[in-house]
């Protein structure tokens, strides 16, 4: 007797090599009690039935070789140099702009004193120059902060001995055309931005420095470093640029800290008169 046998797929099985066929009466598939039996108890031909017995192999994982995890390894470490080597060139090209600005502004503020015998925002003869720009007081000290914002009206922005004269700054430099931005109305007497995002300021003195000074706000303590390595002698609390938060100038600078302010000296020295609202500057 021929027995078909049942297709692998219809019971799961990946290959008919492991099967096996049991027949009634066979230790693999008992008989039934009564099965086969006819009437007057002639023993009659069971059907034959088919039992499948699958046998599944545990599925085996290929491993890396040692050869593609150095592979990999080598893929993943010249990835992570490109990476780094990316933020270093953009830190170095902000840092390179953001010394230009500071070189920009210290030029034009020495033009203006050598071309006009005067302080820039003090300077009181700056009206009579130029329509539309207002006088300093003309007493040689900077009044107000380097963070100083322009009012919103215009009937607010009044220099005196105490305010604003930080702000005119900007304007008598955008007056005489030494610094780029509007020359009339009280938007020339913005701050300017600068490479890093944050703002240019200027005051009298600041964390020990003496004379105006020009601030730049939102500096890593990394790239304060690095510009106090190219420009002064790399110490934050000495030399005509110096670096800090809260007034007080930090002894070391430390990477992954908060942002500091960076001030230097537009008289590239550490002399000049003292403004008489810093006598703790900053």
Not at 183 to 188: L, N, Q, S, W
Not at 197 to 214: A, Y
Not at 257 to 279: F, K, M, Q
């Amino acid at each position: 007797m021929t027995l078909k046998t049942p297709s692998s797929q219809s019971y799961g099985c990946r290959s008919l090599s492991r099967a096996k066929i049991c027949l009634p009466g066979q230790s693999g598939l008992p008989l039934p009690e009564g099965e086969g039996r006819g009437k007057g108890g002639v023993t009659m031909q069971a059907e034959p039935r088919v039992l499948l017995c699958c046998s599944f192999r545990p599925l085996r994982y290929k491993a890396f070789t040692l050869i593609e995890v150095s592979i990999n390894v080598v893929i993943a470490a010249l990835v992570l140099a490109g990476v780094l080597k990316g933020n270093s060139v953009i830190a170095s090209a902000h840092g390179k702009r953001l010394s230009a600005d500071i070189a920009a502004i210290t030029s034009a503020y020495l033009t203006y004193r050598d071309r006009y015998g005067a302080i820039p925002g003090d300077d009181n003869g700056a009206a009579a120059r130029w329509a539309g720009v207002s006088n300093g007081t003309g007493d040689g000290v900077l009044s107000g902060r380097y963070d100083d914002d322009v009012p919103s009206e215009v009937s607010s922005f009044t220099i005196d001995m105490r305010q604003f004269e930080s702000l005119n700054f900007w304007a008598h430099l955008r007056a005489a055309h030494l610094v780029s931005g509007p020359d009339a109305g009280i938007e020339a007497a913005a701050r300017p931005a600068h490479a890093l995002g944050g703002h240019i300021g200027v005051q009298q003195g600041g964390f020990g420095l003496q004379g105006p000074v020009m601030c730049v706000d939102n500096i890593e303590q990394e790239m304060a470093a690095a510009l106090d390595r190219a420009m002064d002698d790399g110490n934050p609390a000495t030399g005509s640029l110096r670096a800090g938060t809260a007034g007080v100038a930090q002894s070391d600078y430390a990477n992954n800290a908060g942002d500091v302010v960076v001030c230097v000296s537009l008289d590239g020295a550490r002399g000049g008169i003292a403004g008489p609202l810093y006598s703790k500057p900053l």
